[in-house]
């Protein structure tokens, strides 16, 4: 019985050998386990932590950069004190003048416009404003008031038609209304805009002005080459009709170069015109370039004999 009992609790020594290295080794892994998932919710608990001051930071960025925005956009404005004139003749229009250029609201410049051939038509539906080229303007009691001496701006993309194009313009709005450049007025409804320095005047023309400024320098360097043309040869001995003409052809020429508002086809034409008199007087272009030429070099000649003729002098003493 004894050594039946001690073969039994042998037996059982021996099996519990066997399988305690077994729930030993799943313990450990179960451990490892738990360390793992705990350090994946310490992590998860770090990048929280990282999102939620990233997210602070986000905000007071937003918030500077609000502040920044708003100072840009709201900005001191005053109203121009500039006369405008159309196709030389003074018109009521008033508007600001911002950073040196004009802005004036939409109806306003319809009115002064509405009795040439570039009048256009304001129509405001469905929050949208279209503009239609050629269409009557009916002038209303709010159009043409004088505004404030000073006051407020910000710059507005507002949505406005020209036919079925967006308008392209820079527009400030201003006590609840909008104000275009008229510059990008006049390139979107086809009439001239220039400006006069001298009589602190802003010229609005029912054409297109000179836009072709090589052309328009190109006339300015023909009629320079009056006393040239006129000390030729071909001149002296030219019929009496044909000095007549080149004579009519250079005072047009004259009268365009100092037209603010001319438009490309009259300085073209213009151009064209005195070039045709020069040629009727047997003047080829190149011949009279070639003279012109040759005046500048003898007055080069004559400046420099005069600056050795002084340094002579000066050693002299």
Known sequence: MIKKITSVTLASVLLLSVATPVKAEEAKEVKEEVKVEQKIEDKKEEAKEEIKEVKEEAKEVKEEVKEEVKKEEVRKVK??????????????????????????????????????????????KDGLVTLTKGADYKVLDTDQKEVKAESEAMLTNDKVKVGETDLTAKAFKIDGNNYYRVRDLGKALDFGVDYDEEANTVLLSSEKVA??????????????KEETVKATKEFKEAKVEDQAKYEEALAAAKSIVDDKIATDEQVENALKALKEAEEKLGLKEEKAEVKEEKKAEDKKEVKEDKKVEEKEVKEAK
């Open 79 to 124: 109203a121009t004190t500039q006369k405008v004139r159309l196709d030389d003749k003074d018109v009521v229009i008033y508007g600001y003048n911002i950073d040196g250029e004009n802005y004036f609201k939409l109806r306003d410049v319809a009115a002064v416009l509405k009795d040439s051939k570039v009048k256009f038509g304001v129509e405001y």
């Open 211 to 224: 836009e072709n400024k090589e052309v328009k320098e190109a006339l300015k360097k023909e009629v320079a």
